[in-house]
């Protein structure tokens, strides 16, 4: 395609169960990027891929939250044993290069209830 | 850590104005600048890059400039219209191996 897709757009689950969110990027692009955007706030950075290298999970806020990225394609994000304060939108992003222009999914909306 | 500020928060203006959003950011060793718009319950649009060592970039009635040793940039939109109703969001790009760091926007509303 030819921006960056998301999947699901929204989901809504009970607290304690486990997600899966999916991100495509463009093609060709060799890094990713999830964010997370709380209501009402800015974005956290959670994890960054670039091409092979070993992914940057400085930002995920703790041992619930993993993600993968299988080459320079898809990328899923995961939560396991979701909490209510895990309800916002998480968006993904691409880029050419690491200092290129990203480019931004529609996000995932995701409510914890 | 670096910190990006956005000021003003929120910003309405009739139609027709020119206006100047800004952004500061507090470490300087930044690979690159770029500005972003949010429409509600979207994800964000790209709108200038600018790498660290440009000093400006212009699109259509858009105009980013970048003064780096000072950690500060602007957008200027000029002939504002009631379709630049967004968020405009700043964000940059350090040395580091995290991603961009982004400031916390400005609520534009453009009355007709």
């Known amino acids: 395609g030819a921006g960056v897709s998301q999947s699901p757009s929204n989901k809504v689950t009970e607290k304690g169960k486990d997600v899966e969110l999916r991100c495509d990027p463009i093609?060709?692009?060799?890094?990713l990027y999830w964010y997370r955007q709380r209501l009402g706030q800015g974005l956290e950075f959670l994890i960054y891929?670039?091409?092979?290298?070993?992914?940057?999970k400085s930002g995920l806020p703790s041992d619930r939250f993993s993600a993968e990225r299988t080459g320079e394609s898809v990328s899923t994000l995961t939560i396991q044993r979701t909490q209510q304060e895990d309800s916002a939108v998480y968006l993904c992003?691409?880029?050419?290069?690491?200092?290129?222009?990203?480019?931004f999914g529609e996000g995932s909306r995701l409510t914890v209830l | 850590k670096q910190e990006v500020t956005q000021i003003p928060a929120a910003l309405s203006v009739p139609e027709g104005e020119n206006l100047v959003l800004n952004c500061s950011f507090t470490?300087?060793?930044?690979?690159?600048l770029q500005w972003f718009r949010q429409d509600p319950g979207k994800g964000l649009t790209s709108l200038l890059l600018?790498?660290?060592?440009?000093r400006e970039q212009t699109s259509g009635r858009l105009n980013a400039s970048l003064d780096k040793s000072s950690g500060r940039s602007t957008l200027y939109i000029a002939a504002s219209q009631p379709g630049d109703s967004a968020t405009y969001l700043c964000?940059?790009?350090?040395?580091?191996?995290?991603?961009?760091?982004f400031g916390k926007g400005t609520h534009l509303i453009i009355q007709p």
């Open positions: 992003a691409s880029s050419l290069v690491r200092s290129g222009e990203l480019f």
């Open positions: 964000a940059v790009q350090g040395g580091g191996a995290d991603g961009l760091t």
């Open positions: 470490d300087s060793a930044i690979y690159n």
């Open positions: 891929f670039q091409g092979n290298s070993a992914p940057d």
């Open positions: 600018i790498q660290s060592s440009q």
């Open positions: 093609s060709g692009h060799t890094a």
